[in-house]
């Protein structure tokens, strides 16, 4: 399979036409028309010689993703499915509007991205982790939802969350370089602090993260304020404990302007005790932090419950009550499978590439 001309930075591309004798500056109108004009081939770049255009074609693709299935839902929110080029699919979210999540931003256009197909980190009611982890998406793949959903949807996107399938510390090469097409003024040119990276706790990359220039966002899905909770539920912490994520996620404070999100998913009887509130309201204080409160999403499969509303809006007051930001999401999108992962697993397990009795063995 051809590599895509859209995983590359400014820097390889120019490279690239150096070391193939063209002049650089078609490197700046290759990416004025990959991320501005967004022709549908690499052919209708027309003010590229002939030549240049049939070598480009020749050694790479131009979009990676295809449009494979769209549902709309009640609440607008529309979720993307896209083929990549070996038969996989992944997912991403377009949200509406989401004043509990994005604050000053509420009126934005946000695109929840996938980072990989799969995920290796079986949280116990993840979707994405049920069927285990395939392999990381491309920078290319993971930047085009972007600008292929912009296309689609013909709006403009505003904001990005890393918050689809996969795990996208576990992909940081890839990530980075994506992150960098995307808030480049010759890439998609968003602004750094419109891009939130959702991270179920991979404590040194979120160090490596911490030292990286632009000024991205972090969340952290939380989901336990203890590690005897945490444990239940999240493999991680076994490996990186809550104090251990604290530890780094101070560090991330020390180095990072923009404040923190701790995700915290309510499961009935799993990790909605009250005492959880305040010591999720301590962590949350100590960091500066706000809490995100997600009434869980059923999964096909599984036997995980939201708790009642009134049990919600109890614990969300004893966050309010210990001076923490905390708002209480009802997901979006409910009604589409929203949850990530769960619209593939459905799609993959149709075209048998996923039998469904692989789904409930690893579950
Ligand atoms: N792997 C990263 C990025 C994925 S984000 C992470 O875990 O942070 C996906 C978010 O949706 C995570 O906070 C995850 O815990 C949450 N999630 C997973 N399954 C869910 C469900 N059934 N209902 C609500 N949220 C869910
Ligand atoms: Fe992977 Fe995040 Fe789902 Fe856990 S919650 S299985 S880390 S995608």
């Known amino acids: 399979m051809l590599p895509s001309l859209l995983g590359l930075t400014k820097e390889e591309l120019t490279t690239y036409l150096t070391e193939h004798s063209h002049p650089t500056f078609r490197a700046e109108q290759i990416l004025d028309w990959l991320w501005k004009k967004r022709p549908a081939s690499i052919d209708a770049m027309s003010n590229l010689p002939q030549q240049l255009r049939e070598h480009l074609a020749t050694h790479f693709s131009h979009y990676p993703l295809t449009a494979a299935r769209e549902l709309g839902?009640?609440?607008?929110?529309?979720?993307?499915?896209?083929?990549?080029?070996?038969?996989?699919?992944?997912?991403s979210v377009l949200?509406?509007?989401?004043?509990?999540?994005?604050?000053?931003?509420?009126?934005?256009?946000?695109?929840?991205?996938?980072?990989?197909?799969?995920c290796a980190y079986g949280c116990k009611f993840c979707a994405s982790g049920l069927a285990g982890f395939t392999r990381n998406l491309t920078a290319a793949e993971i930047a085009a939802q972007v600008l292929q959903t912009e296309i689609l949807a013909q709006e403009?996107?505003?904001n990005l969350v890393f918050m689809g399938m996969g795990e996208p510390l576990a992909n940081l090469k890839n990530l980075l370089t994506a992150v960098e097409l995307l808030t480049s003024p010759w890439g998609l040119n968003l602004g750094a602090r419109h891009l939130t990276i959702s991270t179920s706790g991979l404590v040194p990359q979120i160090r490596e993260l911490a030292a990286h220039p632009?000024?991205?966002?972090?969340?952290?899905?939380?989901h336990g304020a203890t590690d005897e909770v945490r444990n239940q539920i999240m493999p991680i912490n076994k490996k990186y404990p809550v104090d251990e994520l604290f530890a780094a996620l101070h560090e991330w404070n020390a180095k990072k302007k923009q404040h923190l999100t701790l995700e915290y998913i309510l499961i009935q009887g799993v990790n909605d005790a009250l005492e959880q509130a305040h010591t999720l309201a301590k962590h949350a204080r100590s960091l500066n932090a706000k809490v995100n409160l997600i009434p869980y999403n059923t999964v096909e499969g599984l036997t995980w419950k939201r708790p009642a509303i009134s049990h919600c809006h109890a614990f969300r007051k004893i966050l309010t009550n210990a001076g923490v930001t905390a708002t209480l999401r009802l997901e979006k999108g409910h009604d589409i499978n929203a949850a990530c992962?769960?619209?593939?697993?459905?799609?993959?397990?149709?075209?048998?590439?996923?039998?469904?009795?692989?789904?409930k063995k690893t579950s």
């Open 95 to 118: 949200i509406p509007a989401n004043p509990a999540l994005y604050g000053d931003r509420a009126d934005r256009l946000t695109l929840c991205v996938s980072s990989q197909v799969g």
């Open 214 to 222: 632009r000024q991205i966002r972090l969340a952290i899905s939380l």
């Open 73 to 91: 839902s009640l609440d607008q929110t529309r979720k993307m499915l896209y083929r990549l080029h070996d038969g996989r699919y992944i997912e």
């Open 341 to 359: 992962g769960q619209l593939r697993l459905q799609q993959e397990s149709e075209e048998g590439i996923i039998m469904p009795a692989e789904i």
């Open 156 to 158: 403009r996107i505003d």
